[in-house]
C-alpha cells in the first residue's frame, strides 16, 4: 500500500480555518491524492482530490507541494458538523481500491 | 441526491449463521465495493466488483465470503458461517468509474453482531 502519515488527531475553533497535514513520501507520478471524512457513525464520504494542481470544491481545498511529497486539506472555515475523522489516501493508478489508513480525528469547538 | 442505501441497518446473528447484507448502488454506477470497520478500528477493504465478476479482493474476504448482483440493482455481501469476529459495521460503496480518479459513495453501513 502507498503509505501516507497524519497526526492523530487535530483540534480547532468554530469558524475558523483548518489545515489537515498529509505525507505521502513514496507518492509515484500516477498516484492521485484523494481525501475522505467520516462522520461519527456514518460512511466514508468524498472530499475532494488531486494529482498535481491545488484543486477547489464546495466542501474544501486541496493543496499539493510541488514535490507532491504532501498536502493539505483546508477547510475554510470549520463548523461543528465538520467534526469527523478525515482519511487522506493514495490512489495507485489502475483499477485499485480505495485503502483506509486511520485518518486525523478533529474535532471542533464552539 | 442519488445515494447508496443499504439494509439492514443492524442484524444480530447467531455465530454459525449465514448471513446476507444488502446494498442498492447509485443507478448508474458500474464499480461496487464492499468494506467493513470494526468498531474503534480503520476502514478495511474487501472486495471490489466490476462486470459480475469480483475485480479484487482482500486477504479477508475468504472463502466464508461471496458477494453477487442476483437482479442487475441489488448487490449483496454473503457471510456464509458468521464468527465472532465478524461483527462489524459493512459499508457498501458505488463509483462511475474504477481509476484511481473515481469518487467513491458509500452507504450509511450495515452493523453485524455475531453472538
Known amino acids: 500500500d502507498a503509505k501516507t502519515t497524519q497526526p492523530n488527531s487535530m483540534e480547532s475553533n468554530e469558524e475558523e480555518p483548518v489545515h489537515l497535514p498529509c505525507n505521502h513520501s513514496?507518492?509515484?507520478?500516477?498516484?492521485?491524492i484523494h481525501w475522505y471524512r467520516q462522520l461519527p457513525s456514518q460512511g466514508p464520504e468524498y472530499v475532494i482530490h488531486?494529482?498535481?494542481s491545488n484543486v477547489n470544491n464546495r466542501m474544501a481545498s486541496l493543496a499539493i507541494a510541488e514535490d507532491r511529497k504532501s498536502s493539505t486539506l483546508i477547510l475554510h472555515r470549520a463548523t461543528l458538523r465538520d467534526a469527523a475523522v478525515y482519511y487522506c489516501?493514495?490512489?495507485?493508478?489502475?483499477?485499485?481500491?480505495?485503502?483506509f489508513g486511520k485518518g486525523t480525528r478533529l474535532s471542533v469547538i464552539a | 441526491e442519488p445515494e447508496v442505501t443499504q439494509t439492514p441497518s443492524h442484524q444480530v446473528t447467531q455465530m454459525g449463521q449465514e448471513v446476507i447484507l444488502r446494498c442498492v448502488p447509485i443507478?448508474?454506477?458500474?464499480?461496487f465495493y464492499w468494506y467493513r470497520q470494526i468498531l474503534g478500528q480503520k476502514v478495511e477493504f474487501l472486495v471490489s466488483?466490476?462486470?459480475?465478476?469480483?475485480?479484487?479482493k482482500s486477504e479477508i474476504f475468504d472463502d466464508q465470503f461471496s458477494v453477487e448482483r442476483p437482479d442487475g440493482s441489488n448487490f449483496t455481501l454473503k457471510i456464509r458461517s458468521t464468527k465472532l469476529e465478524d461483527s462489524a459495521m459493512y459499508f457498501c460503496?458505488?463509483?462511475?468509474?474504477?481509476?484511481?480518479?473515481?469518487?467513491?459513495?458509500f452507504g450509511e453501513g450495515s452493523r453485524l453482531t455475531v453472538l
Open positions: 460503496a458505488s463509483s462511475t468509474s474504477g481509476t484511481n480518479t473515481g469518487e467513491l459513495f
Open positions: 513514496t507518492i509515484s507520478g500516477t498516484d492521485y
Open positions: 488531486g494529482l498535481t
Open positions: 489516501i493514495l490512489r495507485l493508478s489502475g483499477n485499485t481500491p480505495l485503502v
Open positions: 443507478s448508474n454506477h458500474l464499480y
Open positions: 466488483f466490476y462486470n459480475n465478476e469480483i475485480s479484487e
